[in-house]
């Protein structure tokens, strides 16, 4: 079963900045495009930024001039760096492949608040 693993949710105020981390297997990742999603409550995951094998990123309209998707293939690691978080931003964040296959991890919080 392939995992992902996602790291770097916290606590910030607005206006504030995260960067968040996700690992999985180095065959999945090398040759998938990769995108960060998320979940608010009551509401369902969507995708926030995907990027491809090559590097080339794609954003939600959003999160567009805010969030930064990028890969370090070395390491089998994709991350978001989050700039001028807004509350609006606060969910659960997951990493899956784009389209999603593997199994959903546990996911990182993020929560935006004064």
């Known amino acids: 079963q392939v995992q992902v693993v996602e790291s770097g949710g916290g606590l910030v105020q607005p206006g504030g900045s995260l960067r968040l981390s996700c690992v999985t297997s180095?065959?999945?990742?090398?040759?998938?495009?990769m995108g960060w999603y998320r979940q608010a409550p009551g509401k369902q995951r969507g995708l926030v930024a995907r990027i491809t094998p090559d590097g080339r990123g794609n954003y939600a309209d959003s999160v567009k001039g805010r969030f930064t998707i990028s890969r370090d293939n070395a390491k089998n690691t994709v991350y978001l760096k989050m700039n001028g978080l807004e509350p609006e931003d606060t969910a659960v964040y997951y990493c899956?492949?784009?389209?999603?296959?593997?199994?959903w991890g546990q996911g990182t919080q993020v929560t935006v608040s004064s």
């Open positions: 899956n492949a784009d389209p999603p296959f593997m199994s």
């Open positions: 180095g065959t999945i990742f090398r040759i998938n495009a």
